[in-house]
């Protein structure tokens, strides 16, 4: 962790200085030609993993006046042994030294104890060594603890392991059915709190060691619960105990986009033996299958001849849709199942500091229209200096793109800042995640048309209300007209269909009677875009 500070801190420095001072005042020499540093090692440091098949990795990076040249990795048995290595050449500022399991047979080795030595050099013969150990331990999946208890208000703050929480997935811990009555409560790796323990003082869904300094966890959670602690992440949820009728103790996802293994995709009891996925991803062709627990324990359903009934144990089904995200619901006692197109696969959100782009909660981010392979569009209200993103999902800010202060129109993912626009207004936002760039069109709209008072010949104004909304009131004849940005028709918009939804560079809107009309445009990201023409 302190290597990952050290090369996030040198990068920013380099882009803070870069920012503030013209080029003869930096050493760019100097402050990117510096000692190559580990950013990542699996399996990490003092962690577990399960007896198995396993490759190591490591993840090196360096400045750009030093890049790479080369890396290596020796995997040693508790007794200093060698039973691996490998030598590997190094290029860029980031690179990956890689021992396959195959290559010294991951899976034979037993439970025990096991050492890395790492070393990694750059051109300029600057090096950085590291020495790892892990565990091959005989725990039924992947853990960095032997045993994780609960503690609190509601037992006593028990020291006699009354409450433990049983290992159900890789690095993934569960107690279910237990009644904290609202009170203070921790988790605990031994019985007499000698080691570690772990509590949400901020009650934000993320556990702190003691280690660091941490409160209990006092956020009111009553009633009969269900708490699941990730001992990696240190992320936990407390949900309420289903009173549904059921005879599974689970149901996942499984298929070969994951290798029919893991808890990426739990499904979620909302009624009696009636199952709901709420979101999974499909490009076409996968084989799936529903398991009852994520290693593929217990009861399995299969879908081979794709009838829309699954059978028990029945061969994998396969996914022919479109590409998409989809809602899967499926029942256990009839065996049926259904899956719910919610949104394509490519998927851009605009989250920002305005309320209309969500507070910066990625929650309420709204989405942009796919217009193309990795193309996106929305219209949206700009505040001058308002920062605002761009997020893959709506539901963190992981893998965020930000705008490139080097290079304004580009974005970037890595040392970056906020975008904002200088000028307030409505803006078509237009994002290319092929090209890295972003491109901002002001827009000031009108109606235009045989049906205006001007004909085809000038735009009426409208007026921006806010919510993504422009009106105007205004006498129509009896005939055709549309919407059009900048008194120009680089932007434009009709309806297609006749049916109040409008489409970019669609057909000629038709006014049936003349009269005073009082019409709305509304260009919403989540409702969609329609228009309403009043008479009065």
Same mark, same amino acid.
């Given at each position: 962790?302190?290597?990952?500070?050290?090369?996030?801190?040198?990068?920013?420095?380099?882009?803070?200085?870069?920012?503030?001072?013209?080029?003869?005042?930096?050493?760019?020499?100097?402050?990117?030609?510096?000692?190559?540093?580990?950013?990542?090692?699996?399996?990490?440091?003092?962690?577990?993993?399960?007896?198995?098949?396993?490759?190591?990795?490591?993840?090196?990076?360096?400045?750009?006046?030093?890049?790479?040249?080369?890396?290596?990795?020796?995997?040693?048995?508790? /007794?200093?042994?060698?039973?691996?290595?490998?030598? /590997?050449?190094?290029?860029?500022?980031?690179?990956?030294?890689?021992?396959?399991?195959?290559?010294?047979?991951?899976?034979?080795?037993?439970?025990?104890?096991?050492?890395? !030595?790492?070393?990694?050099?750059?051109?300029?013969? &600057?090096?950085?060594?590291?020495?790892?150990?892990?565990?091959?331990?005989?725990?039924?999946?992947?853990?960095?603890?032997?045993?994780?208890?609960?503690?609190?208000?509601?037992? @006593?703050?028990?020291?006699?392991?009354?409450?433990?929480?049983?290992?159900?997935?890789?690095?993934?811990?569960?107690?279910?059915?237990?009644?904290?009555?609202?009170?203070?409560?921790?988790?605990?790796?031994?019985?007499?709190?000698?080691?570690?323990?772990?509590?949400?003082? #901020?009650?934000?869904?993320?556990?702190?060691?003691?280690?660091?300094?941490?409160?209990?966890?006092?956020?009111?959670?009553?009633? +009969?619960?269900?708490?699941?602690?990730?001992?990696?992440?240190?992320?936990?949820?407390?949900?309420?105990?289903?009173?549904?009728?059921? +005879?599974?103790? @689970?149901?996942?996802?499984? @298929?070969?986009?994951?290798?029919?293994?893991?808890?990426?995709?739990?499904?979620?009891?909302?009624?009696?033996?009636?199952?709901?996925?709420?979101?999974?991803?499909?490009?076409?062709?996968?084989?799936?299958?529903?398991?009852?627990?994520?290693?593929?324990?217990?009861?399995?359903?299969?879908?081979?001849?794709?009838?829309?009934?699954?059978?028990?144990?029945?061969?994998?089904?396969?996914?022919?849709?479109?590409?998409?995200?989809?809602?899967?619901?499926?029942?256990?006692?009839?065996?049926?199942?259904?899956?719910?197109?919610?949104?394509?696969? #490519?998927?851009?959100?605009?989250?920002?500091?305005?309320?209309?782009?969500?507070?910066?909660?990625?929650?309420?981010?709204?989405?942009? /229209?796919?217009?193309?392979?990795?193309?996106? #569009?929305?219209?949206?209200?700009?505040?001058?200096? &308002? @920062?605002?993103?761009?997020?893959?999902?709506?539901?963190?800010?992981?893998?965020?793109?930000?705008?490139?202060?080097?290079?304004?129109?580009?974005?970037? #993912?890595?040392?970056?800042?906020?975008?904002?626009?200088?000028?307030?207004?409505?803006?078509?936002?237009?994002?290319?995640?092929?090209? &890295?760039?972003?491109?901002?069109?002001?827009?000031?709209?009108?109606?235009?048309?045989?049906?205006?008072?001007?004909?085809?010949?000038?735009?009426?104004?409208?007026?921006? !209300?806010?919510?993504?909304?422009?009106?105007?009131?205004?006498?129509?004849?009896?005939?055709?007209?549309?919407?059009?940005?900048?008194?120009?028709?680089?932007?434009?918009?009709?309806?297609?269909?006749?049916?109040?939804?409008?489409?970019?560079?669609?057909?000629?809107?038709?006014?049936?009677?003349?009269?005073?009309?009082?019409?709305?445009?509304?260009?919403?990201?989540?409702?969609?875009?329609?228009?309403?023409?009043?008479?009065?």
């Amino acid at each position: 962790m302190k290597n990952i500070l050290k090369i996030l801190s040198l990068f920013l420095i380099v882009g803070l200085l870069a920012t503030s001072c013209s080029k003869d005042e930096i050493d760019v020499e100097g402050l990117t030609n510096f000692a190559p540093g580990i950013v990542s090692i699996s399996p990490s440091n003092n962690s577990k993993i399960v007896v198995g098949n396993f490759d190591v990795k490591v993840i090196v990076a360096d400045g750009e006046s030093s890049p790479l040249a080369e890396g290596a990795i020796t995997l040693s048995d508790g /007794q200093g042994n060698e039973i691996a290595s490998a030598t /590997q050449s190094l290029s860029g500022t980031r690179d990956s030294i890689v021992l396959a399991g195959a290559e010294f047979d991951a899976e034979t080795l037993g439970a025990g104890t096991y050492a890395l !030595d790492i070393s990694v050099t750059d051109t300029e013969g &600057q090096s950085n060594n590291r020495s790892t150990t892990f565990e091959i331990s005989l725990l039924p999946f992947a853990a960095n603890y032997e045993n994780i208890r609960l503690a609190g208000v509601f037992n @006593g703050w028990d020291e006699e392991g009354t409450h433990p929480l049983e290992l159900v997935a890789d690095h993934i811990w569960e107690i279910r059915g237990v009644d904290l009555m609202g009170e203070p409560w921790k988790l605990k790796n031994t019985l007499n709190w000698s080691d570690t323990d772990w509590g949400d003082g #901020q009650c934000d869904g993320i556990m702190e060691s003691n280690a660091a300094g941490n409160e209990n966890t006092d956020c009111g959670f009553s009633g +009969e619960v269900v708490i699941r602690f990730n001992d990696e992440t240190f992320e936990y949820e407390v949900s309420p105990l289903s009173t549904f009728e059921t +005879e599974l103790s @689970g149901l996942y996802l499984l @298929g070969s986009f994951n290798n029919f293994n893991g808890n990426d995709y739990p499904f979620n009891l909302v009624d009696d033996n009636t199952w709901v996925l709420e979101e999974a991803p499909f490009e076409g062709g996968e084989k799936f299958k529903f398991a009852e627990m994520p290693n593929f324990m217990g009861k399995n359903y299969g879908d081979g001849d794709g009838d829309g009934l699954m059978e028990e144990f029945g061969e994998n089904a396969m996914f022919m849709g479109d590409p998409g995200f989809y809602r899967i619901t499926f029942n256990e006692k009839t065996l049926e199942y259904s899956m719910e197109f919610v949104r394509p696969l #490519q998927a851009l959100f605009l989250v920002g500091g305005l309320p209309e782009h969500g507070n910066w909660d990625p929650a309420n981010a709204i989405p942009f /229209q796919v217009t193309g392979d990795n193309v996106y #569009q929305i219209f949206a209200p700009l505040e001058a200096g &308002q @920062g605002f993103k761009f997020l893959p999902t709506n539901e963190n800010f992981e893998g965020d793109w930000e705008c490139d202060p080097a290079n304004p129109g580009s974005i970037i #993912q890595d040392g970056s800042e906020n975008c904002s626009v200088d000028e307030t207004g409505f803006y078509r936002i237009t994002v290319d995640l092929n090209a &890295q760039t972003v491109e901002y069109t002001r827009t000031e709209w009108g109606v235009i048309g045989e049906a205006t008072p001007t004909g085809w010949d000038s735009d009426t104004d409208m007026a921006y !209300d806010g919510a993504f909304t422009w009106t105007i009131t205004i006498d129509l004849s009896a005939a055709e007209m549309k919407f059009r940005a900048n008194d120009e028709w680089n932007i434009d918009f009709g309806d297609n269909g006749g049916d109040g939804t409008l489409e970019l560079g669609g057909d000629n809107i038709v006014v049936p009677e003349a009269g005073n009309y009082d019409i709305t445009m509304r260009l919403h990201p989540v409702d969609g875009y329609t228009y309403s023409l009043e008479l009065n």
